[in-house]
């Protein structure tokens, strides 16, 4: 445990007063509007959302279980982190504008207005249980495993506190408290981590130090075909497929990019998540490795609370440490609470009760979010069930779940034929036979003909039945489409990838003056830039 002193405890007292402070001033200085509350009043510039960006996705899960793949298996984990950014350009050069330009709430609402209600709700109904399986669990128990470590808290006491603080700001301040306390949150989780980086840099007597410690596996990027979690094939077919349903489809990441005042503010606010995401390989999986140097035989996730245990933070900058766990933790948490909220209400509630007054919606999204905090304490208990290995544990989970998603968002954004009843035929399709996979991991189909019928597909590498389930949901969806043709609508150019949306796409007006010409031309420039830094650091650990 630390042994706190009074400049660590000055800033852990002060980062809370800082985030309150920021709650309650967005709660008591904004207008009583749903935009307001659930999309900051779509008012939000790209320093903020490249922030929230980053701190949202950015979450206790990786501080442990980055760190723990690192300590056993290496840089692996990194090629998903750095493949992000890819997509995260794709988000905003491609699809922020599309979705700007619909002036949605949610991405299941864009589901509907592309498909029909039908696809609306599945979504929404898919992402709020999905929030809670994965985000929620995972999140809450990655805490425990810090704050009982460096604070000698009890893993339910730390998670229950930081439930009730995390819910009481958002529920105050709706997603302006959110991304405004997440540009915060950034910064100190980059603070803090970094300085439990260097110090353990510093211990174990440097990189080269490092490297001549560890086995040359362990600084390769990139795994063999067979490779039990991260083959490269699977890096190369499957975890594109992830990365398109998180980056692209999740509320829980595009309501940052709704809440864009435009689409230059979107897409300057990408560039700036993509290059903070280079970070996390140096932040979170680097301290892995020397976790394993200095602690052999480490496993898991233990690897982060063994180096913060390890005396190598001096006092006086353990505070930062601290702040930097719970501004990770914290960060996505809020998320969470909010992009639920916002999915309740605006997908069911309002669709229900199309006539309720503004003031009624924010009051149900504050109902909601309380509602999410109780889930979240009830829930704690279980997760003392996740994988021991939690990056890999996140990333299987979101391989059963996302394929399907992904399929039917890309097939409807490029091909205006598609409509409603394939998108939901193939969703349901897809979703049966994510869940099957799911029940065959956790051994509930036993020795049944069904578990022997579906061992070939169920057995595949988990980023290899990502990419099996993604086609195949294709497949059925342009059957479908073909099937129900006639019954169908086509879509509008707002809703599709069109020459109308490519035109709006670089300019949002028709007239196109020099400073216009001059900020697109620095968007082009810096993500080229960022796609040059992340070939040469991929081809650096090949």
């Given amino acids: 445990m630390f042994a706190l002193n009074e400049i660590d405890i000055f800033t852990i007292v002060g980062y809370f007063i800082a985030v309150f402070g920021i709650g309650y001033y967005y709660s008591a200085n904004q207008r009583e509007s749903s935009e307001q509350y659930f999309l900051a009043g779509r008012q939000m510039g790209w320093l903020v959302i490249g922030a929230s960006l980053f701190a949202t996705n950015i979450s206790t899960e990786h501080f442990v279980g980055l760190s723990g793949y690192g300590a056993t298996r290496g840089l692996a984990a990194g090629s998903i982190e750095w493949m992000a950014i890819i997509f995260l350009m794709l988000l905003g050069w491609f699809i922020a504008p599309v ?27 898919v992402s709020i249980v999905a929030y809670i399986f994965t985000k929620l669990s995972v999140t809450l128990f990655a805490a425990g495993l810090l704050l009982e470590k460096v604070l000698g808290w009890d893993i339910y006491f730390s998670a229950v506190l930081m439930m009730v603080i995390t819910g009481l700001y958002t529920i105050l301040g709706g997603l302006s408290a959110v991304m405004y306390t997440s540009v915060l949150q950034a910064a100190l989780m980059i603070i803090g981590s970094l300085v439990l980086t260097v110090g353990g840099l510093i211990e174990v007597g440097g990189w080269e130090s490092l490297q001549g410690r560890l086995s040359a596996e362990h600084f390769s990027m990139f795994k063999s075909a067979g490779d039990s979690d991260f083959p490269w094939s699977g890096i190369l077919f499957g975890a594109p497929i992830l990365a398109i349903w998180y980056w692209c489809t999740d509320q829980y990441i595009v309501q940052r990019i709704l809440a864009a005042k435009n689409v230059k503010a979107a897409r300057s606010g990408t560039i700036l998540a993509g290059f903070l995401k280079i970070l996390p390989v140096l932040l979170w999986v680097i301290p892995g490795l020397v976790a394993a140097a200095l602690y052999p035989g480490i496993s898991g996730n233990e690897a982060y609370t063994a180096l913060l245990g390890g005396g190598i933070v001096p006092a006086g900058l353990q505070g930062l440490v601290i702040v930097g766990i719970l501004s990770a933790l914290m960060s996505s948490l809020a998320a969470c609470f909010n992009s639920a909220a916002t999915l309740f209400t605006m997908d069911y509630y309002r669709v229900w009760y199309p006539d309720t007054p503004d003031k009624k919606l924010v009051l149900i999204g504050r109902l909601f979010t309380t509602g999410m905090v109780l889930v979240g304490i009830v829930w704690i208990p279980l997760t003392k069930f996740i994988n021991s290995n939690m990056y890999v544990h996140l990333q299987t989970m979101q391989a059963y779940i996302s394929p399907p998603i992904a399929a039917v968002f890309i097939t409807g954004l490029i091909w205006r034929r598609a409509n409603g009843r394939s998108a939901f035929g193939a969703l349901i399709s897809g979703g049966a036979i994510g869940m099957l996979r799911l029940l065959y991991d956790m051994d ?53 990838l069109s020459r109308e949306s490519l035109r709006f796409l670089s300019s949002e007006s028709p007239s196109i003056n020099a400073f216009g010409v001059l900020i697109r031309s620095h968007q082009q420039i810096l993500s080229i830039l960022l796609m040059v830094l992340i070939a040469v650091l991929s081809a650096m650990f090949i």
């Fill in 444 to 496: 509930m189909l036993g020795d049944s003909l069904l578990a022997d019928l579906i061992h070939p597909f169920a057995s595949l590498n988990f980023l290899h039945f990502a990419a099996a389930l993604f086609l195949t949901t294709i497949a059925i969806m342009t059957a479908l489409s073909y099937l129900f043709e006639r019954s169908g609508r086509k879509a509008s150019g707002n809703l599709v």
């Fill in 99 to 125: 979705f700007i330009k619909s002036g949605v709430y949610t991405v299941p609402e864009f589901f509907g207005l592309r498909f029909n209600k039908a696809t609306r709700l599945y979504l929404a109904t």
